[in-house]
């Protein structure tokens, strides 16, 4: 089945403590990109992926990093996590760039205390 | 850089009657306008998009139309059932360069039996 995974689905951290959120797709897309969903704010893009070893900043990068040594896997990386990082994450693959339907994963909620 | 508004926030109609959702564009270069449906608790998926190169595209009970002079586009809901209760996100994009999807904040909409 193709799809877009993304692990843990619920996490609940506390300030300071280094996490990654991990995303896999088995569709061969090229393209791969994080997301935060906030209320009122709608979709946020925080790092997009062109490629392999290709990444760019998307609108709201600070805080986070990103990696991309495989095709699949394109995990986020939160360094230091605050509170204000609390959020829904989604990421998302697609074939090209972003004029091509994006295949979202089923989210990650993330709670920073 | 791009801007997407996405107008209303909150709609609200009766089962069977059409919802019209609206979204302009500051980037008279953008040439990609999706449409994603989220449902509670789901991911985003794509349910129609049009590139510039057309003013109206129809799925069924869907169709999306394009104004590009004055940069606007909008999203027709027809015959509308109680699953189509959902939030909608519209996007715009340039799809001949790397220009990330801007997203519209999103309109809850509300089915009412």
């Given at each position: 089945e193709a799809q877009v995974t993304q692990n843990p689905r619920y996490l609940?951290?506390?300030?300071?403590?280094?996490?990654?959120?991990?995303c896999s797709q088995n569709?061969?897309?090229?393209?791969?990109?994080?997301?935060r969903q906030d209320p009122g704010l709608g979709l946020r893009q925080i790092y997009y992926s062109?490629?392999?070893?290709?990444?760019?900043?998307?609108?709201?990068?600070?805080?986070?990093?990103?990696s991309r040594k495989e095709k699949r896997n394109f995990p986020l990386i939160l360094e230091s996590p605050s509170p204000n990082q609390t959020s829904?994450?989604?990421c998302a693959s697609s074939t090209g760039a972003q004029a091509y339907e994006q295949y979202f994963g089923p989210g990650t909620r993330l709670t920073v205390t | 850089g791009e801007n997407v508004e996405q107008h209303p926030s909150t709609l609200s109609v009766?089962?069977?009657?059409?919802?019209?959702?609206?979204?302009?564009?500051?980037?008279?270069?953008?040439?990609?306008?999706?449409?994603?449906?989220?449902?509670?608790?789901?991911?985003?998926?794509?349910i129609i998009?049009?590139?510039?190169?057309?003013?109206?595209?129809?799925?069924?009970r869907i169709a999306v139309t394009?104004?590009?002079?004055?940069?606007?586009?909008?999203?027709?809901?027809?015959?509308?059932?109680?699953?189509?209760?959902?939030?909608?996100?519209?996007?715009?994009?340039?799809?001949?360069?790397?220009?990330?999807?801007?997203?519209?904040?999103g309109t809850k909409l509300i089915?009412?039996?």
């Open positions: 609940i951290t506390v300030t300071g403590k280094k996490l990654t959120v991990t569709m061969n897309h090229e393209y791969m990109s994080w997301y062109m490629n392999v070893e290709v990444t760019d900043k998307g609108d709201v990068p600070e805080g986070y990093k990103v829904l994450y989604f | 009766q089962e069977g009657d059409s919802a019209v959702i609206k979204c302009t564009y500051s980037d008279s270069a953008s040439n990609y306008f999706p449409w994603y449906k989220q449902e509670l608790g789901k991911r985003p998926q794509l998009d049009i590139r510039s190169n057309v003013g109206e595209k129809k799925d069924q394009l104004n590009k002079t004055a940069k606007h586009f909008s999203l027709h809901i027809t015959e509308t059932q109680p699953e189509d209760s959902a939030v909608y996100f519209c996007a715009a994009s340039r799809w001949d360069s790397n220009y990330q999807l801007i997203w519209g904040a089915i009412k039996p």
